[in-house]
């Protein structure tokens, strides 16, 4: 188990003196929701979760960022002479310039769903999807500054209402939690044209959508399909209540949409097995689709822990920075 | 199922109930609905597209389920309803046809004349004759037929079933309507041994519904053994029902209506319901009370009826009666002296004005039996012999009984007063009453004397004062109830030196010692005051209490011991505890107190048609050679036979086929009878469908006579169809129960 005074906060990423090492402590239990349900702050909240993910983690790649060597090559014009080896022209008496790996520096968009089914929280869920969401998202957010990587965010229902550019300033941190901690209203889900809009805002970034994407999946699709095409990897975190999942109810029920969607008095038993078939379909539709654009489609349980969604994004990460990489590798552009 | 078969139900208004019930369901289906929980839903576009695909297969789930406890409920209601089904005359057992038993109501309202055609006087009896002819003429010659008569006592007219239809047709020809009541009971419980007694009588049999049972009759209330003058129905009633139910459960029961319960057709007819002499102790030259009710049980009021009384031959009386509307009574009185004493028969004639007549004639006479005396002989017992006029109670009631008049008027009551001591010297049986007047005490054998005088018929007056030894009385005239003291003594009330005093308490009692003073809440007889009187413990079982104290403490005691009567008088019968012998209802109370413990001596000698004539024989009678001799009304005589009945040997004569007076000559004693048609025959409207369906409480079919010929399927058997009901209602259960678990698993 890692010592979780490895880990840095922003500050401490920036280049602030480590603060002695506390006692050890099991952070794992952070990453459950019922556990999270408990802390107030979301700016506690996240970092309490990326504690807990990383003391999961049994060695940390992504520690730290740092220039190191890759290789040499011969020295040609219009390089920079403080880059020449020169150990290395008094064994050979040539010169050659030394090359690095580039460290990237990711440009994450957090989209989070604020339309009012998000709102919905049923009994057996300790946080409504929408806590879920933001909590996820400010995790993400400190996980990433924390990384250097740049993080913006948007919020949006049936359009974007709240969008902050990418930025990887440890100033960043709190007002982004003061932003994902805004009140929801009644507006309908409209992902499309979000999700055109802000295709239109970033590119070539990391683009994480949290949301219930209750909307015609093949709609949500095609939003996801133009982020692609603008350049962008895309994880897309579907969150859902456990009640959402397995329909448990019993007796005659009037269900009452959110999102002006009219109400249903059923007997929930006789509908259960069909509404089910639905939702995995529903789910089924968004997973092929996302896997034919190399998209990350994460199905989150607001009652499940929230580890395996922080983990989908480091994973993206760093196939993202080994691609980048190799893009740059002998680029010499540090 | 045949085309020819139909359902009917023995209680439709259960079976309306049941169907009605199988709305239970659908209510709680409709509350059901409306009790549901509000829930906030995000996921809403998966569940109206769910809904959208499973609606109408729920729906029909769910009408399903709803079609069979609604049709269950309703089922279980129509199995309870009794319903049965009809099959037509082509379904009976195969080789052994149908048994089929026919009623013929032959009793006294049958006599009833019609005036369905005019200038035609057919009489309902001649109606029933022509239903029952229709019904054997439809009959498969299969089939087998029984016929009984319902004239009480009800008989068998062929004494078994057979398929002999000539014989039957004979036997219906046969029978006439005569004056005797109507004997449903009887009937209904010969049909249900004919059933038993037959091939058809095993329970098998009796499900296949292959015997039917047609009651003709007119089906009044009288043929129901209703009391028409009662509100209450009888126990005859009762068992009329009972009969009913019990033929029911073992053959279809089909009631041929003769007349109809339409009351703008109904029969005209008014009739004597009562002609008595209300005088219980008639005497030589002196006056007797007579009282005649006459009744208008028809639908229209009658006008100038008079009502003629004839002695024999010798007219008495004529009455102008006032205008009887529909169902009201009127009553007569009218006195008559007789001159001579014996057995005496008088007949009371309803005579109508013009030409004018009612339906039942027989029922426009009314015959009575009395039989008049020199005098009736009691005897006073005065507990202070020696004192002169009213100076003791035994004075006081002497004057009582019979008062001394200028005018020399006779009574019918002749007091005799003698000491205790010469009691024993007298022949008790030769007086009808005996009164002990604060007799002090008597030797045991003047109480066994006592005592055997009482069980044999005579009545007993014990009057109280200050000379009664009070535990003698209890120790030898009571002794634990065996005695003939009416009930046990107390101690005097008020005590010794309470002058507080009581007085007697009106009740409006029917009890024929104070019924006269029912309607006189102020009479002296209640104005009297009582300073003291002996307190009893009565065994009320055994006593009657005709007039009480007002703080409920018994004044008259009447305790029946034997064929007798003994009376407790429990103050004093002269002015030494109370009063009351200084007001003139004492005579009254005293006069009608004596005739009440007086035996009765004709009460026998009157009877209802077909009930026989009995009249006890003594010692000697039975010695003489020749048998008593019976004067019928139409001037034949015949010879009376002789049974023994629980008191002796008595001249007997059942052959009272018709009403009159009937003089059977007994030990040179001519004793006159009268017999009278029952009056409840005189109410000729019958019952309507609903009014039966209420008495029965049984299934049975109704039809009018003159449907017959409509009515097909009359000559149908019935199967009962309440066990297949309620067969069909568990296979429904079931099904539901199976369907539930299925749909239920299925959407869960």
């Known amino acids: 188990m890692a010592e979780t005074g490895q880990h840095a906060m922003p500050q401490e990423a920036a280049g602030e003196a480590p603060r002695r090492p506390t006692p050890p402590r099991d952070y794992r239990k952070y990453l459950d929701p019922q556990v999270l349900a408990r802390i107030s702050g979301l700016q506690l909240r996240a970092r309490l979760a990326v504690a807990g993910l990383y003391a999961g983690m049994h060695r940390s790649p992504y520690r730290g960022v740092s220039v190191e060597f890759a290789d040499h090559r011969p020295y040609t014009q219009s390089d920079d002479i403080r880059h020449i080896d020169w150990r290395l022209f008094g064994r050979t008496d040539r010169y050659f310039v030394k090359e690095y790996e580039q460290d990237t520096n990711l440009n994450c968009i957090l989209a989070v769903d604020c339309s009012e089914s998000m709102a919905y929280r049923s009994d057996a869920a300790p946080l409504s999807k929408h806590e879920y969401a933001t909590a996820v998202a400010a995790s993400l957010a400190y996980l990433a500054l924390t990384q250097r990587d740049s993080v913006g965010l948007a919020l949006f229902d049936r359009r974007i209402t709240r969008f902050r550019k990418p930025s990887n300033h440890p100033s960043l941190w709190r007002p982004l939690i003061d932003d994902l901690q805004v009140s929801i209203g009644p507006a309908r889900t409209s992902l499309r044209a979000v999700l055109d809009d802000l295709a239109e805002r970033v590119s070539r970034g990391v683009v994480v959508l949290i949301s219930d994407l209750f909307d015609d999946p093949q709609e949500t699709l095609r939003g996801l399909q133009h982020l692609r095409y603008r350049g962008n990897d895309v994880i897309v975190f579907n969150v859902w209540d456990p009640a959402e999942l397995t329909f448990p109810f019993r007796g005659p029920t009037r269900f009452e949409g959110l999102e002006e969607q009219g109400r249903l008095l059923v007997e929930p038993r006789a509908l259960r097995r069909r509404y089910q078939a639905q939702t995995e379909a529903f789910r089924a539709t968004l997973d092929r689709g996302c896997r034919a654009m190399q998209a990350d489609y994460v199905v989150c349980d607001t009652s499940a822990p929230l580890g395996p969604a922080l983990s989908a994004y480091l994973a993206t990460r760093g196939v993202r920075a080994r691609a980048c990489s190799s893009r740059t590798r002998g680029g010499g552009q540090r | ?748």
């Open chain 2, 1 to 748: 199922m045949s085309a020819l078969a139909a359902i009917s139900f023995a209680l439709p208004s259960l079976a309306v109930a049941g169907v009605a019930g199988g709305a239970v369901p659908i209510v709680i289906h409709l509350l059901h609905r409306r009790r549901f929980r509000r829930t906030p839903w995000a996921a809403m576009s998966f569940l109206l597209a769910a809904n959208r695909r499973s609606r109408r297969r729920m729906q029909l789930e769910q009408w399903l389920l709803l079609a069979l406890r609604t049709l269950a409920i309703m089922l279980l209601g129509l199995a309870a309803s009794g319903p049965f089904l009809t099959r037509s005359a082509f379904s009976g057992v195969p080789g052994r046809g149908t048994l089929r038993i026919l009623l013929l109501d032959n009793s006294c309202s049958m006599q009833a004349v019609t005036q369905d055609v005019p200038d035609d006087e057919t009489t309902r009896f001649d109606q029933v004759r022509a239903a029952a002819r229709q019904l054997l003429d439809s009959f498969p010659d299969t089939d087998s037929v029984s016929l009984i008569t319902l004239a009480s006592p009800a008989g068998r007219a062929v004494s078994a079933p057979t398929r002999d239809r000539r014989h039957v047709q004979s036997r219906v020809d046969a029978v006439t309507a005569g004056e005797r009541g109507t004997d449903l009971n009887g009937g209904l419980r010969l049909a249900a041994e004919t059933i038993r007694g037959s091939e058809w009588g095993t329970a098998g049999a009796a499900r296949t519904g292959s015997v039917v049972v047609y009651v003709i009759s007119d089906l009044t209330r009288a043929a129901l053994g209703e009391d028409v003058l009662a509100d209450a129905p009888a126990d005859a009633t009762r068992s009329s029902a009972s009969a009913a139910r019990d033929v029911a459960g073992m053959a279809r029961l089909v009631l041929v209506g003769v007349g109809t319960p339409d009351g703008e057709k109904a029969l005209d007819n008014a009739a004597i319901t009562r002609f008595a002499a209300t005088s219980p102790l008639p005497a030589v030259d002196v006056p007797v009370r007579f009282r005649v009710d006459v009744t208008n049980f028809g639908h229209r009021t009658v006008e100038g009826l008079a009502v003629q009384v004839h002695q024999e031959d010798r007219f008495l009386r004529r009455m102008e009666l006032p205008t009887l509307a529909p169902g009201k009574g009127e009553t007569a009185w009218f006195s008559a002296v007789f001159d001579t004493a014996g057995s005496l028969g008088l007949e009371a004639r309803l005579v109508f004005a013009g030409e004018s007549a009612d339906a039942l004639a027989a029922d426009n006479v009314r015959y009575a039996s009395i039989e008049t005396r020199e005098h009736v002989p009691v005897l006073l017992v005065d507990g202070r012999p020696g004192a002169a006029g009213l100076s003791g109670a035994a004075g006081y009631l002497a004057m009582a009984l019979a008062p001394r008049s200028a005018a020399g008027d006779r009574y019918a009551l002749a007091p005799k007063v003698v000491a205790p001591y010469d009691l024993t010297g007298e022949v008790l049986s030769a007086y009808d009453v005996i009164a002990l007047c604060d007799v002090p005490q008597l030797a045991p054998a003047a109480w066994n004397g006592l005592r055997d005088f009482v069980a044999a018929g005579g009545g007993l007056l014990v009057t109280l004062g200050e000379d009664v030894q009070i535990p003698h009385y209890n120790e030898a005239a009571y002794a634990g109830g065996e005695g003939v003291l009416a009930a046990e003594l107390g101690e005097p009330f008020p005590p010794a030196g309470d002058e507080r005093g009581t007085r007697l308490k009106h009740e409006a009692s029917p009890h024929p010692v104070t019924s006269d003073f029912a309607d006189a809440a102020d009479s002296g007889l209640f104005q009297s005051r009582i300073s003291r009187y002996v307190r009893t413990n009565p065994d009320s079982d055994r006593t009657d209490v005709p007039l009480r104290y007002e703080n409920g403490d018994p004044a008259i005691l009447i305790r029946t011991i034997g064929r007798g009567r003994s009376c407790l008088f429990t103050t004093s019968a002269d002015m030494m505890w109370t009063n009351l012998p200084a007001k003139g209802d004492y005579v009254s109370l005293m006069t009608n107190l004596v005739s009440h413990l007086a035996p009765a001596r004709t009460g026998h000698r009157s009877v209802l048609v077909g009930e026989p004539l009995a009249e006890p024989l003594s010692p000697a009678g039975l010695s003489r050679p020749e048998r008593p001799a019976v004067l019928l009304p139409d001037g034949q005589t015949q010879t009376a036979a002789l049974s023994t009945e629980v008191d002796g040997v008595a001249a007997t004569y059942a052959g009272t086929d018709k009403a009159g007076l009937y003089v059977m000559q007994v030990e040179s004693a001519a004793h006159t009878f009268a017999v009278n048609v029952d009056i409840d025959e005189a109410d000729l409207t019958p019952l309507s469908k609903t009014a039966l369906a209420e008495r029965l409480a049984c299934r049975f079919d109704y039809v009018s006579a003159a449907e017959i010929r409509d009515s097909a399927d009359l000559t149908a058997a019935t199967t009962d169809l309440s066990v297949p009901a309620l067969a069909l209602v568990l296979t429904l259960l079931l099904c539901e129960s199976w369907l539930a678990a299925r749909f239920g698993a299925a959407a869960g």
